[in-house]
């Protein structure tokens, strides 16, 4: 397991995968019965955008500058989009600014030196995350969008972290997928975090420590689905988000997939895949088709075509969801349109949600 998901935190592939996933989220909280979300692959939660293109020896090319930057940055009167390295907010090697308001937050020892992250995580204390629901804060307002629905909580976590240049353009905090569900949360919701790599759970681990109704499990994902489920709220949200280094990955997760229904037919389950070959991953649409599922659909994006010489090796990503809340597909949609046409790194963005069982 070398997989460190930091490097590629707040990359396009994240923005799509998280954006997508507040609407999930927003989609369950439709019905007012909690429900638990269980994270099978939840990596450690924080990620210092400034610490991405520190590598283990060498240094890296960040990615985040073409995923959130892209999102969070001006736009210039070119209408091109000025990418600001998050490391511009604050020296990558500064520790976030003591703020006398947090109450006192007893996190474990963090990753020994030379983790990229000693300087910036041990955070003393921190108020509590929460975003209220968008209908409750702003009562005569129509909802914010869903692409402001998510930069919303990434801003607020980037404020709630310390960064005092968060604004319009500088970005250096970024929640992974505990933190964002975290946000969303409500008092009859409960949360489950899974993560296998010892020292990414332990990071895990102090984020949730003193958090209510989260609970973290230093656990293989794939096990986690039949010891957690069915949950006693009858009601769920997997999210299956690998880091597909095991050759067997897509394998694990169909049997996965039926594991979790054979225990719960209505659970909502998303899994988030690569797309860097195109025939793997229609060769797991496949397979999903065979476990004859309720309704389930694939919703893709692409940031370059395949034809294109400068294509990065990972050139779009994709995220099937089994049993997703009602007509979320007519949210998302508009969405991944959005997002391809602000992502796409050389021409040839685009976006698709095909259904595979409809609903
Ligand atoms: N869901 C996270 C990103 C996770 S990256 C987010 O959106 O923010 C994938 C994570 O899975 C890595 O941290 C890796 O260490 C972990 N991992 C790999 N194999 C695993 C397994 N079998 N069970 C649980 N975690 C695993």
Redesign the pocket.
Known sequence: ?N?R?HYHAGNFA?VM??AALVQLVRGMQRKDKGFLYL??????GFYDLAASSRGDTLQRKPEHPDGIGRLVAQPVLSGQTTLTPASTARPPSAPPPPLATRPPFASPPLLASPSPFALCLPLASRPPFTTPSPLASRPLLAPPSPLDDYLGIVRAFDRRNGNPASSASALRYYP???WLVRALMRSQDRMTL????PG?YLALHGEFLKEPRVSTHE????TAIRAMLPPPEKRALI?I???Y?AQDEYEKIAQAIREALRRMPAATIAVWYPLTERARADAFLDRLAMLNPPPTFAAELTIASASSPSAPKMRGCGMAVVNPPWQIDQTLRPLLDTLASRLAQVPGGTATLDWIVRE
């Open positions: 397991m997989y998901h994240d995968k998280h994270d099978t692959h939840a990596g450690r992974g997928s505990p899974c993560e296998k790599h990414e656990l293989d994902g794939y999210l988000d690998p880091s280094e």
